[in-house]
Nanobody
Framework: QVQLVESGGGLVQPGGSLRISCAASGIENRPNTMGWYRQAPGRQRELVAT???????NYADSVEGRFTISRDDAKSTVSLQMNRLEHEDTAVYYC???????????WGQGTQVTVSS
């Protein structure tokens, strides 16, 4: 069973930066993606960024050029560096792990990111 634990959320001013991370355990050696989704109040959960075990990254248009996703398979971690944060980035950010061929998804408990002055 895959378990995911996020860390690094918090309060940041508009234009600022924040890095959130997720540590995974119980992973099997199968093709997978790790990534981040977010959910703002009153809105559906949406994709932010994902990265495959071959280091292929994918970003939502709204964060392209501002956010960078990375993973360290030796440590089973995935991180999201968020720069030039905007009010609209305020949300609970969820770590996701997915086995590609079975489309089995696992979720972390979420970490709050608040962008406010």
């Amino acid at each position: 069973q895959v378990q995911l634990v996020e860390s690094g959320g918090g309060l940041v001013q508009p234009g600022g930066s924040l890095r959130i991370s997720c540590a995974a355990s119980g992973i099997e050696n199968r093709p997978n993606t790790m990534g981040w989704y977010r959910q703002a109040p009153g809105r559906q959960r949406e994709l932010v960024a994902t990265i495959t075990n071959r280091q292929n990254a994918n970003y939502a248009d709204s964060v392209e050029g501002r956010f960078t996703i990375s993973r360290d398979d030796a440590k089973s971690t995935v991180s999201l560096q968020m720069n030039r944060l905007e009010h609209e980035d305020t949300a609970v950010y969820y770590c996701n792990f997915r086995y590609i061929y079975t489309d089995t998804n696992y979720w972390g408990q979420g970490t709050q990111v608040t962008v406010s002055s």
